[in-house]
């Protein structure tokens, strides 16, 4: 496996209690790299510490909600306090369900563009002040609807395309600052919360994955690996970009993932 030269850094992860967030967490853990999760379940965080822990001890969690900046914002500054400033900030909160846009309730929109995208401003907004200047990194975990219009997703679709637009004007006030700031934008990934939502039928799943360019679906470890090397100083000249990792999926277009 690579050396991305990371050990000693410093990382927060919004959303870093499961799935790609935690593969991107002990990914970096692995690393040597100093990290601090947060999201909203108390046991989830529990258990990824737990596990975090088991591969690089100074790492830590913290209980919150990415909706409200407050606490947002106190997670970051202990988190800080103990660890350092941040060289990397990962945020990957996200919500999703769906729901026809004639029927969807005004909460339920919100609810998603609140932890998408709102939530996304707070992280970064929030951890400005803690980033590494210069070198600091900042990564946004988006999705294909930042481009692609799915059915009974205008919540989503317009949450994900609102964080694509935050990240790459952040990259232009932010980089005199020597922080970047890019977007991963995953593809169908196996063993995720969301692709379970979007295809629960593991059988057309699998058919998915046939038809992907690369012939087969996503992991985590797939994603995490883009991740590291947007953490690491291999990438110091690449900021504002939009990078999938999604085997040639958005080269076909919606219809693939289109609910049925």
Not at 7 to 17: E, K, L, Q
Not at 62 to 74: A, C, I, P, Q, S
Not at 151 to 163: D, L, T
Not at 187 to 211: C, F, H, Q, V, Y
Request: hydrophobic share 45%; with cysteine.
């Amino acid at each position: 496996m690579a050396d991305f030269g990371l050990s000693g850094r410093t990382a927060f992860v919004a959303g870093g209690s499961s799935g790609i967030n935690l593969t991107i967490a002990k990914r970096l853990a692995a690393e040597g790299v100093k990290v601090a999760v947060f999201s909203r379940s108390e046991e989830k965080i529990a258990k990824a510490v737990s596990e975090l822990q088991a591969i690089q001890p100074d790492c830590m969690g913290f209980t919150g909600d990415v909706r409200e900046l407050d606490t947002v914002k106190t997670a970051m500054t202990q988190a800080a306090e103990k660890l350092g400033t941040f060289d990397v900030l990962v945020s990957g909160a996200a919500g999703n369900f769906y729901a026809s846009a004639k029927e969807m309730s005004s909460n339920a929109f919100r609810a998603v563009v609140n932890i998408d995208l709102v939530g996304t401003f707070h992280v970064c907004q929030a951890a400005h002040e803690h980033m590494t200047k210069p070198g600091g990194t900042i990564i946004n975990i988006s999705a294909p609807q930042a481009f692609v219009a799915y059915q009974y997703q205008s919540h989503v679709n317009a949450a994900k395309a609102g964080v694509e637009m935050f990240t790459k004007t952040i990259a232009l006030e932010w980089g005199h600052d020597g922080l970047r700031a890019n977007t991963l934008i995953p593809g169908p990934i196996m063993d995720t919360e969301g692709m379970d939502r979007l295809l629960p039928d593991k059988s057309k799943m699998e058919e998915a994955g046939k038809r992907m360019p690369l012939q087969r679906m996503g992991t985590k470890d797939d994603v995490a690996n883009m991740a590291l090397f947007l953490a690491s100083d291999l990438s110091s000249y690449v900021t504002g970009s939009t990078i999938p990792v999604d085997g040639g999926m958005l080269l076909l277009g919606p219809a693939l993932m289109q609910h049925q």
